[in-house]
Structure formats: C-alpha cells, structure tokens
C-alpha cells in the first residue's frame, strides 16, 4: 500500500500481468469466466462514515464472497496497524480471518478495495490457482480480482497529488486500467462510470490503449502499416530459411514467431488478444483462427 510515499506508474508487470490472463481462463475455462459479466456495483459495497465499521466491514465482506461465488466462505474481518493494506488467513475454511490496516478506520470508502483483494486470495486458494514467489502470486490476485469484477474498486483507491498519495494492490495503476480495459471488451462493459477518483481515469485511460495494441499487431487483419511491414519483412526471411529446413523464431520485442511444420507449410504463432494463449496458424494469407481457450475469433493475414 502506497500510503503518501512514490506510486510506481508504466507496465512494469505485464508479462505477469498476461500469464495471470490466460492461467484464468485455463484453470476457470470460458464458460465461467463468462458467468463474471457483471461487476460488482457501487452501491452493493458502498460505505457511509455513520455505517457502523465492524458491521459495514462484514456486511461489504459478504458481498464480494456472493460476487466471487463462495457462499460456504464466511470472512471475519477485523483492524490492526500493519504495513500492509490487509492480510488474510488461509486455512481449510469455512471461516476465514481478514485483518484490515487501521488507516481504514478513516478511510472506509476504501475498505470494499483492500476486501475484494483478499476476498480473492481465498477464492484462488480454493481453486489450488497460485504462481511461485510473493509478488507474482500477488500480481496474479490483482489480475484476478479485476478480470472477475471487483478490481475497478482497487483503482479507484488510487488517489495522488502534489501532496498525499495512496495506492491499493501490486499492479500500477495503469496495469490496473489494463487489465479493466481487457475485461471491458470482452463484456461490453466501461468501468470508469464508477470512478470517483480523477486519477484513474487517466490511468484506465493509458491501460485502454494499452489493450487495444493487442489486438493491431501482426498478424492480425487490425495491424496497423509499420507493424504489416516488419510482419512481410519477417515472414520473407522465415520463408528463405524454411527453405532451408531452418526454425526462424521471435526476435526481441516481436509479438510472433515462425515455425517449420515438418513437410507442410510454414506457421506462425502469436498470442490472443483476449486471453493470452499462443496460437499457431500456417502462414498463407488470410485466415481466421479462432482461440480455443477464450473462443475468441482472430482475422489474420498471414
């Protein structure tokens, strides 16, 4: 928690970020990612300063285990001062511990973010869903909880000027606006209505344009005239060594790669925009691929 001391702003993590994506499709599937089409609302975790604190905290806690779909959980949420915004005790269940940190005493509009956070963490550890080391584990529950609905509440929490600052969760805030804006265009959805903090709009902002280069690189129909450029350039050097019965793989910040196929014709592979996950199609033109992890439908000119 970025409590008056510096925010971290880019795509530091956003490899991890994209691996987190695609582990939720795999471990989830489509199908139940679909059933996350609807965002927690603003006003089912809203919190008033007359409410009273420990019944506000659980009745918030409540609602983000409805939305996550975990109704044999029951969270006990409780304050003490820690550096950390909150911590949460995985046990076998059903009853889990969530400590919130004191600042949120005074800051209780901010207390269903550090929540949908840790409510996440026992929704993962349910799932047996992790990835090894503290901050990947902790970049993958960021990811989580704004991929299935409740993350627009993390960047919310996100507020700095020239004189205070404060910033929930592991990602930037502009990988927070990222991972929202992969969501939203899958359901159609715009966060930043909620938005009550002007700083996220901005970073939504960056994070949507971020995503939306996902979609224009090569060799997708979408790419925009440099990217089909280097695409052809690349594709005639892999030509020249399948020929020659040689593997020509990605280069360094290339978004696809080229592979022989035995006797057959030459393929490229690249992620999906959606979810992540590498497809491999051969290279002959245009062809429509279609992911078979996130189902999404890919025009390519290969």
């Not at 949120?104 to 993962?124: K, N, P, Q, S, W």
Request: positive net charge.
């Amino acid at each position: 928690m970025a409590n008056g001391g510096p925010v971290q702003h880019g795509f530091p993590h956003l490899e991890t970020v994209r691996a987190s994506i695609t582990a939720l499709y795999k471990r989830l599937s489509y199908d139940t990612v679909q059933t996350f089409a609807t965002s927690v609302a603003p006003a089912d975790v809203a919190f008033c300063d007359t409410d009273d604190l420990y019944l506000g905290a659980q009745r918030v806690a409540r609602e983000l285990v409805r939305h996550y779909r975990l109704p044999d959980a029951r969270l006990i949420v409780g304050f003490r001062e820690m550096t950390h915004a909150a911590n949460v005790e995985l046990a076998a269940g059903p009853e889990y511990f969530v400590e919130l940190n004191d600042r949120f005493r005074t800051h209780r509009r901010d207390i269903g973010a550090a929540l949908a956070h840790e409510v996440m963490h026992v929704y993962l550890h349910r799932l047996g869903l992790s990835f090894p080391g503290t901050r990947d584990n902790e970049i993958l529950t960021d990811t989580a909880t704004t991929y299935l609905g409740a993350g627009w509440l993390l960047l919310d929490a996100y507020r700095e000027d020239s004189a205070s600052s404060q910033k929930l969760g592991y990602l930037t805030p502009e990988e927070f606006g990222y991972v929202l804006a992969k969501r939203a265009l899958v359901f159609a959805e715009d966060p930043s209505v909620w938005f009550t903090s002007p700083q996220a709009y901005t970073a939504y902002g960056k994070g949507l344009a971020e995503a939306r280069r996902d979609a224009q690189q090569p060799p997708l129909t979408a790419a925009g005239w440099a990217g089909r450029r280097r695409y052809a350039h690349d594709r005639r050097h892999a030509q020249g060594d399948h020929g020659a019965g040689t593997s020509a793989g990605a280069r360094p910040g290339v978004p696809y790669s080229f592979t022989p196929d035995g006797r057959g014709p030459l393929r490229v592979s690249f992620p999906c925009p959606t979810c992540q996950q590498w497809i491999r199609v051969p290279v002959r033109g245009r062809v429509r691929a279609r992911c078979g992890l996130c189902r999404t439908v890919l025009e390519c000119d290969t």
